[in-house]
């Protein structure tokens, strides 16, 4: 009775003790993923990191200012949101969204790629959630995303290029490198109007280039006045 009882304590220890360890591979596969295209298994070449630090951005920010929000404290937030500012029912939802939306193999005429991995989308979230990430095990949501209009045609002539170079390489380079090796294209010569650009900038109506869609920034990411500098910059590229 007493040896049946220790014995089934001892693979109850097992049995949890098997469980923490499967999370923490969970945790390394997920981090590891989150940069690298390799690991992700990234069809498109876009990684999490492109769009999300998975820092402390207030406390310790980088040279780039990302259009997503940082994943500091995401883990379990109250509520998530996708990309358009839809509301989503859990952590899983948000990574499954941005898998399928920006990195899984593409599908002919849709910007919504093949089904993503469950194993992927089980280390990325555990990742998200982990003590490293998400310390404070309850956070408010983010900031909405929403539509924004773009200023008149007149102030879109008012940018400075100087200054749109800093944001440029603040905000733009991580994805669009000059030589033509970021998951985007590179923006020399690109022949688009200021009104075109700004369209991209703020996600009005874009329909994509083979099967995927620049992602937005907001006010909260990039300012009107930002956005104008960054404008005058690429159009004169
Ligand atoms: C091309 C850009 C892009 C990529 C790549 C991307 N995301 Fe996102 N993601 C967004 C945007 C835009 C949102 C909308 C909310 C925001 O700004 O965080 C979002 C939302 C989320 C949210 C919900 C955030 C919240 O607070 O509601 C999570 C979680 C998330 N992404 C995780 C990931 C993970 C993990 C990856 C990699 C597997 C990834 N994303 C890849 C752009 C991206
Ligand atoms: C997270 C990655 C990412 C970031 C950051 C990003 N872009 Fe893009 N951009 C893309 C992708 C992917 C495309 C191609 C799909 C599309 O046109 O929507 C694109 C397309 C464009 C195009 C059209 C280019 C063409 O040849 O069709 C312009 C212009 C542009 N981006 C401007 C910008 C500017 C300006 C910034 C910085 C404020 C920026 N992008 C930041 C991913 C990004």
New binding site residues.
Partial sequence: MKHGLSAALISLVIVLAGFVLAQDADVVAGKRQFRSREDSGSATG?TCW??HADFNEKKTPDQYV??GHPMFNVGFRAKYQAWDGSGLSSLEMAVKTCLERWMTERRAGSLTGEEAPRHRIRQFAAYLRSEELSPERKSKAAEPMRAEALPSDRMLTLGDPALGST??RR??V???INDGSG???S?IK?G?SRY??GK??RGIK?T???G????P?TKGR?SDRE?LN??AY?YQM
């Fill in positions: 876009m492109h769009c990302r259009p944001v440029f905000s733009c991580i994805c669009h998951p985007a294209p923006l690109n688009y075109q650009i991209k900038i874009n994509g280039l083979r995927i869609a620049m992602p920034f990039l956005m960054v404008i690429v």
